[in-house]
C-alpha cells in the first residue's frame, strides 16, 4: 500500500452487503459478464451474516469507501489433512488499482487463515480474464494443471 493513502481493511459486518453486491456487479461489469448475476443483496444477509455463514468478507476502504473487497470461506484438503482457505471473489475499484490494494487484501485474508490454522489458499479465475491470471500468478498462486472445476444446480440430483 501507498502511505499517502487512508486504507483500512477489516472484516465485513451486515452493513456492508450493499457495498459487497455492488461490487460484486462492478467484477462482473469488468469481466463482461453482467448476466450471470442472480444473487441479491438480501441473499448476501441471508447467507454471509448469519450463525452458520456460507461465506466471509474483508471490506478495504479508502477515507471511508467501500473500494476493494475479498470474499471467501474455510476449506479442508482431506489428502494433506490441512485446512485452507478459498477466495470467492477479490474486487478493487478501478480507481485503486495498481496500488497493492488487491495483494494486500489477500496478505490479510492469508494472515487470518494462517492463525487458524490453514496451510493454503485456492481460488478460480474466469478463464477469459488475462489480467486476473497474471496478477495471481505475479503474486505467487499457480494454476492447478491437475485439476478441472465443474459445477451442477443441486435440483438436478434430487
Not at 53 to 78: H, Q
Request: aromatic share 8%; net charge negative.
Amino acid at each position: 500500500m501507498t502511505p499517502d493513502r487512508k486504507t483500512n481493511i477489516r472484516q465485513a459486518m451486515p452493513g456492508d452487503a450493499a457495498a459487497i453486491h455492488t461490487m460484486i456487479k462492478g467484477l462482473a461489469d469488468a469481466l463482461n459478464l453482467t448476466g450471470k448475476i442472480r444473487g441479491t443483496v438480501d441473499d448476501l444477509l441471508k447467507y454471509g451474516f448469519c450463525e452458520n455463514a456460507a461465506f466471509n468478507a474483508l471490506i478495504a476502504e479508502c477515507d471511508g469507501k467501500a473500494v476493494g473487497m475479498c470474499t471467501y470461506f474455510p476449506i479442508f484438503s482431506t489428502w494433506n489433512g490441512r485446512p485452507g482457505v478459498f477466495v470467492l471473489d477479490l474486487y478493487v475499484a478501478e480507481s485503486q488499482r495498481g496500488c497493492g490494494l488487491g495483494e494486500d487484501l489477500l496478505a490479510r485474508l492469508a494472515s487470518m487463515a494462517h492463525e487458524r490454522g490453514a496451510t493454503f489458499m485456492r481460488l478460480g479465475v474466469d478463464n477469459h480474464n488475462i489480467r486476473g491470471q497474471d496478477f495471481y500468478q505475479r503474486i505467487g498462486f499457480k494454476p492447478m494443471e491437475d485439476e478441472c472445476s465443474y459445477q451442477i444446480d443441486i435440483e438436478k440430483l434430487s
